[in-house]
């Protein structure tokens, strides 16, 4: 009777860990094709986008080995993509070049590529769904030679935004232009939306809610030394990116600068602060910020939450985090954490936020961490992966999600070297994984 219990349990057990493995790593994983993976330049968090979908089509952009800008495009559920090499290239030897995609209303696809403090690259495609792309063009022509960081936002019109840096790292201003479908042109709305006066600029996050109200956050960075950013500001616009205002109203003076922005969080300067992380909003427009630092008295950075309920500014952190490693210097940096990506159900502090991160900690897996209520701080962590991305940052097809609550992200295992390093890697091949 003992042998038989003993063997009853050996198979319950048996079947109890098989059935976990297999909810931890049932996410569905369809791959792309080869990409180029020597360095972060396909996987940086602050793609916007890398994988977007308009109606039944989804669109995904990347780098190949020889440099090449390559669109792919597949129907949802089908596994089958069609691939185009474009005639656009651009440097991947600097992780700050990256491709940004976004289809506007009438479904054309609208390309921006390899960037850092160069001529604007801008192109489209010739007719709706298409991969194939014009020529490259201006768009209003004004503030387009000194170029990074691009990034497309759809609004529920299905007119466009765009922002960009004008400048250099500490002494660039941000510049937003807007996208008519009706006419097919440009306008620049602000020169110099954030002004850092030639002393600081902004590095942003940005997010465009169900009711079309444009959300702005960022930290201000002295010079170009990661570990001079500092503080959290935020302003949003009800107007198309027009006309901002601080989150009680009060109309912003343009353009804004450090005086007289709103400052969500005061964080000191070597905090080990980052840049450009994400943000969203739950179902009321309140504004949720993901990002990491430490406190002056640890040294192990921690991912944080600043969120908005009823006016008051709050901050959450996660605290699940017990490894150290510091901040400084210039370049992409070689980092064990990624920046996060936030998602976010439901409304107030009873809202599900959920980060999506990767952290050595955990071993370079692609993890979720899930917080049902912020006031608790309690945190479910699991890996959506069984194997490492290495230096890999999350992005996601964030119209997929605002129309379908569907999750895809933009998963590659590439490789950083600190300081803007190259690494003689193979290509690897880049995913989409669907996450239940």
């Not at 931890?24 to 994988?51: E, H, M, Y």
């Not at 769904?129 to 000194?146: A, C, F, H, I, V």
């Not at 960081?149 to 807007?178: A, K, T």
């Not at 709050?314 to 370049?331: D, E, P, Q, V, Y």
Request: hydrophobic share 35%; proline share 3%.
């Amino acid at each position: 009777m003992k042998c038989f219990d003993v063997y009853f349990c050996m198979k319950y057990f048996l079947f109890i860990t098989l059935l976990f493995s297999v909810s931890v790593f049932s996410q569905k994983l369809t791959p792309i094709a080869d990409a180029w993976a020597g360095n972060s330049v396909n996987a940086v968090v602050f793609r916007k986008n890398s994988v977007v979908t308009h109606g039944k089509t989804q669109f995904a952009a990347f780098y190949n080995q020889q440099g090449k800008l390559v669109l792919a495009k597949r129907m949802l559920n089908s596994e089958e993509w069609e691939i185009s090499e474009t005639q656009c290239r651009g440097n991947i030897r600097d992780a700050h070049n990256t491709i940004s995609i976004m289809a506007d209303g009438n479904g054309f696809l609208h390309v921006s590529w390899d960037h850092h403090g160069h001529r604007l690259n801008y192109a489209r495609s010739v007719e709706p769904l298409s991969l194939q792309l014009t020529d490259k063009m201006p768009m209003t022509g004004s503030y387009e030679s000194n170029v990074t960081y691009p990034e497309f936002f759809r609004m529920p019109d299905g007119n466009l935004i765009f922002m960009c840096r004008d400048g250099q790292s500490g002494r660039g201003n941000l510049v937003l232009n807007s996208y008519n479908t009706q006419t097919q042109k440009w306008s620049q709305l602000h020169a110099n939306l954030i002004d850092g006066e030639k002393k600081q600029n902004a590095y942003w996050q940005a997010y465009v809610d169900r009711k079309g109200v444009i959300h702005l956050s960022w930290v201000w960075r002295a010079t170009w030394d990661v570990s001079t950013n500092h503080s959290m500001c935020y302003a949003r616009s009800t107007d198309g990116g027009l006309s901002w205002e601080k989150s009680n109203g009060e109309k912003y003076p343009m353009p804004i600068n450090a005086a007289n922005a709103e400052y969500a969080l005061r964080i000191p300067q070597r905090s080990e602060l980052i840049n450009q992380t994400s943000m969203t909003t739950d179902c009321a427009g309140n504004p949720f910020i993901a990002t990491y630092w430490r406190d002056a008295d640890s040294e192990i950075p921690q991912y944080r939450i600043i969120y908005n309920i009823n006016g008051e500014w709050k901050t959450n952190n996660a605290g699940f985090r017990t490894t150290a490693f510091s901040l400084s210097g210039g370049g992409t940096k070689s980092i064990p954490v990624s920046r996060p990506q936030i998602l976010v159900k439901g409304k107030g502090a009873n809202a599900k936020v959920t980060l999506i991160f990767r952290d050595s900690e955990r071993d370079s897996k692609v993890s979720k961490a899930t917080c049902s209520n912020l006031q608790k701080n309690l945190w479910e962590i699991s890996d959506l992966t069984d194997f490492s991305v290495n230096a890999w940052e999350p992005s996601y097809d964030t119209e997929l999600w605002r129309n379908k609550g569907k999750l895809h992200l933009f998963v590659q295992k590439v490789t950083q070297v600190d300081g803007e390093g190259v690494a003689a890697s193979q290509p690897e091949k880049c995913y989409i994984l669907n996450v239940k």
